[in-house]
């Protein structure tokens, strides 16, 4: 498997709605990434993981809390959301130190109304 | 802190026309280069690496860091190769921070 596996693909939420999108990798890679996609503009960074700790965090709001339950899996958890976060929020995964790049996955596409 | 430019953000080249997306860089360090790519409706995915020397899809990629420049090129452009392309730079302390340019749309006229 060399995919990065990212759901949902489409969520509409409310903004004060809780949610959660979902990423999961099976090669055993042991950093895993958020990044968020505004249209028309590049991934900006969020999250870092690595070896399942917490090792950036991109001075997001706390509406945007990461989990790493283990290392094949990482959560963005969402709360109170505003109109302006909504955007394509992408899940990556890379082997630290091997150069080879990161993975990425499709994305889901989130809208808050 | 570390910074990508890419100065283009539209290019249109005629097919069999060699292609040339700019990408410059700001780090302080020995940098990780890449170039990814983002095809209509498809995921993006990596093209490029600096460390490895090769050749993607006839796209080719040297680092100059002289001139702090990371060029991919192609001597003929294809249909196929039209598509959004990012330039990245991944911290090389460990960090695994990778940070994108701000892209440049390539379209290739028939």
């Known amino acids: 498997d060399t995919e990065v596996t990212q759901t949902p693909k489409h969520l509409v939420m409310g903004m004060t709605n809780k949610k959660s999108l979902k990423c999961e990798q099976h090669m055993g890679h042991r950093a895993m990434y958020w990044y968020k996609q505004k249209a028309k503009k590049p991934p900006e960074l969020m999250f870092v993981y690595s070896y399942e700790k917490l090792s950036i965090n991109e001075s997001v709001p706390s509406r945007f809390s990461p989990e790493c339950p283990n290392s094949s899996l990482l959560n963005l958890h969402l709360h109170a959301l505003q109109p302006e976060d909504s955007a394509l929020y992408l899940c990556a995964s890379s082997s630290p130190g091997t150069h080879y790049g990161y993975t990425f996955g499709s994305g889901t596409r989130l809208t808050v109304v | 802190a570390q910074r990508v430019t890419q100065p283009e953000k539209l290019l249109s080249v005629f097919k069999g026309a060699p292609v040339e997306l700019k990408c410059n860089y700001s780090y302080s360090g020995s940098p990780e280069l890449f170039w990814y790519v983002q095809y209509s409706r498809q995921r993006l995915q990596l093209l490029l690496r600096h460390i490895s020397r090769e050749s993607i899809k006839g796209f080719t990629a040297d680092l100059n860091k002289g001139e702090t420049s990371f060029h991919l090129k192609k001597p003929f452009a294809q249909e196929e190769d039209s598509a959004m392309y990012y330039c990245?730079?991944?911290?090389?302390?460990?960090?695994?921070?990778?940070?994108f340019g701000t892209g440049t749309r390539l379209t290739i006229i028939p």
């Open positions: 990245a730079l991944n911290d090389s302390f460990g960090n695994e921070k990778l940070t």
